[in-house]
């Protein structure tokens, strides 16, 4: 994690932001609903950014989309191996 975003975010980071979810016209890409201008953090429907690549990719637009707080979350990290199929348990 940058030391940026120990403290909260850059100002570049906010012009960017901002330039995704105008571009989107503040329609939430994971789900297609319309994101609030007039939520704020921690609302789950408030406006966020999703990077599809990864934040390894960093934040350049081509990779970020529009999206709500609750389905940014629900999303996660695109880079991030899935969870493991479950093991039937026959002793225990």
């Known amino acids: 994690m940058s030391t940026a975003w120990k403290s909260g975010s850059t100002r570049r980071w906010r012009k960017i932001r901002l330039f995704v979810l105008n571009r989107d016209r503040w329609i939430c890409q994971l789900c297609g609903k ?28 081509e990779f970020l989309v529009a999206a709500h707080r609750k389905c940014n979350l629900d999303a ?6 899935p969870d493991p199929a479950p093991r039937p348990m026959t002793r225990w």
């Open 76 to 81: 996660g990290d695109p880079t991030a191996a």
């Open 34 to 61: 319309p994101i609030s201008k007039y939520l704020r953090h921690p609302h789950p429907y408030s406006a966020h950014v999703h990077h599809t690549k990864g934040k390894a990719y960093g934040d350049d637009p």
